[in-house]
């Protein structure tokens, strides 16, 4: 629950523009839950999610015959998934159609960014993700504030802003 009232709190109070979801290889979570390990809770119940990952993208890891890259790529998916999970947040999706609708705001805010630390060498990762039409597959199941139609009450939005064209709504 902490890290819900801590993006809560960030995105409505501080109006943080930014997201980082950030994870790194060599994770020992990660590691964990491709060896099926059992550990005890709460643990156990935090690899849950990292398995549930694994499991919904297994045909592509199992493509992958090195194990090291198999867990590398876990890592990034796990960072991805992590990001959707952000996205489906009813604090995020309400500030982003109030930023979008509002036309002083520069951008949708926040845009939610995921990178991958490499402590072996020192380097920070951007993922190349398209949050966009990912979020635009499933739009029916998470989209509740009508994030595509951008009309909601309470914003400062008015009639004549609503027959613009509106601006594109960035992940």
């Known amino acids: ?19 980082i979801v950030c ?22 119940n935090w690899l849950t999610s990292i398995r549930d990952v694994k499991n919904s993208h297994r045909s592509e890891l199992m493509s992958l015959e090195d ?3 198999r867990r590398r790529r876990l890592v990034e998916l ?14 995020v999706q309400r500030k982003r159609v109030e930023t979008h609708a509002d036309p002083e705001s520069a951008f949708t805010t ?13 380097k920070l990762e951007s993922l190349d993700v398209d949050f966009k039409a990912i979020l635009d597959e499933f739009s029916s199941d998470y989209d509740i504030y009508g994030r595509n ?21 960035a992940p």
């Open 1 to 19: 629950m902490s890290i819900l009232s801590t993006i809560q709190y960030a995105v409505d109070y501080l109006k943080v523009p930014h997201i």
């Open 23 to 44: 994870g790194h290889y060599d994770c020992g979570a990660v590691k964990a839950a491709s060896e099926a390990q059992a550990l005890c809770a709460p643990l156990d």
């Open 67 to 69: 194990p090291e890259k």
């Open 78 to 91: 796990n960072v991805i998934q992590s990001c959707l999970n952000v996205y489906k947040l009813g604090t």
């Open 110 to 122: 926040p845009r939610v960014h995921a990178l991958v630390y490499d402590p072996s060498v020192g």
């Open 149 to 169: 139609s951008m009309t909601i009450k309470g914003t400062k939005r008015d009639e004549a802003r609503i027959k613009e064209k509106p601006r594109e709504a």
